[in-house]
């Protein structure tokens, strides 16, 4: 059972970024919603890059990168700035 909730914890973590990326008109069920479903698309994708030499370190490491990632290219000030200054609905 806690590494069930463990799960459904890491995965709303890994997808929170995207979820807020994507739809920033949401409420927060909604956004909890797309966070675990985009949360878990990113935990397979790890599983996936991870199953030919398969150990709890690296799923971890891939995990830890891929959220760092996603939580610096979806800030929203790094998009206001790539996009030039203008605001994302300029």
Known sequence: MIAALLTVVIAC???YPLARWTDRTADLPR???EAYLLGLGVLALVMFVASGHWSRMLVIAVTAVLVAGIALLCH???RARDLGGRGAGS
């Open 13 to 15: 973590a890994a997808g």
């Open 31 to 33: 956004r909890l919603g």
């Open 76 to 78: 929203p000030e790094r």
